[in-house]
Structures are given as structure tokens and as C-alpha cells.
């Protein structure tokens, strides 16, 4: 019992260091960072790089959008294109959406999306299933005449 108390006093006394704040930097309690220590699972926490592609076009064609101060609704408008035609161009591919959209950025097609687009300027088809927000619909299956 009494080889105990000395150890209890020296554990107590190196933390009572870190208990007590310190107007210095670099002192005080140190901050544990959970995800050095913690594995993580790589394949649920990240996005997959295709998905990553496609909302990257979004957001730069959403930001170019706000800079020329446009709406979607406005270029479905001002085009003559059903409600919600451009904003579903933008997520997902639609020739006529795409087309009115960089006509109000007065720019091409090909320079906004790259990913449905080939460098020449030629629409790519079919388009590849990662252009699609939940991949490449199915067709509708044709009913047997009876």
C-alpha cells in the first residue's frame, strides 16, 4: 500500500499538467483526431469517382448559371420548353434542355457537359449509364399484341 501512493501521486501530478488551461500554444489537454485513429470503411465513405464527376459538371454549371443571374424556370420560359425541362438537363441528359442552357450562357453544349459530350463536339450515344442520377433507366418492355 504504500509503493501504491507514490505512482498515484506522480500519475496525478504529470496530469494535473493537462488538466489546467494554458494560455500558451501547444499546451493543455492534447486533441485526439478519431479519424487518425479510427479505420474507416474506404468504400462507404467515399464518392465513387464518376458520381464525383457528374455533381462537379452540376455545381459548375449551377455557379455559372448564378453568375449570368439565370433561373432554370427562366430558360424553360424563354425557350418554350416544358416546366422543369432544364433543371432535369442539368442532373441528367436532354438535348433540347442542354441546348437552351448553354444558348442563355451563350456558349456550346460540348463545353458544359464533357461527360455527354465528345471533344468534337458530338453528342455521345447512347449515353453512358454514369450520366444518369440513379444509372441507365430501363426501357418499358413491349407488350405482346394479344
Known amino acids: 500500500m504504500g509503493l501504491q501512493r507514490p505512482i498515484i501521486w506522480v500519475l496525478l501530478s504529470v496530469f494535473a499538467d493537462f488538466n489546467t488551461p494554458k494560455k500558451e500554444a501547444g499546451q493543455g489537454l492534447p486533441i485526439l483526431d478519431k479519424e487518425r485513429f479510427m479505420p474507416r470503411d474506404t468504400i462507404a465513405d467515399k464518392t465513387p469517382s464518376a458520381e464525383s464527376r457528374r455533381l462537379k459538371e452540376v455545381a459548375r454549371i449551377r455557379s455559372l448559371l ?81
Do not use: C, M
Not at 453568375?67 to 416546366?83: E, F, H, Q, V, W
Not at 441528359?93 to 437552351?100: M, Q
Not at 450515344?125 to 441507365?136: F, K, L
Open 66 to 146: 448564378t453568375l449570368n443571374k439565370l433561373t432554370l424556370s427562366a430558360i424553360d420560359k424563354a425557350y418554350g420548353l416544358p416546366a422543369g425541362t432544364a433543371g432535369n438537363a442539368v442532373h441528367e441528359p436532354h438535348v433540347a434542355g442542354e441546348r437552351a442552357i448553354a444558348a442563355a450562357l451563350k456558349t456550346r453544349p460540348h463545353f458544359l457537359w464533357r461527360s455527354r459530350y465528345l471533344a468534337d463536339g458530338r453528342r455521345k450515344s447512347p449515353q453512358p449509364a454514369e450520366n444518369y442520377r440513379q444509372g441507365r433507366r430501363e426501357t418499358a418492355p413491349t407488350q405482346a399484341a394479344a
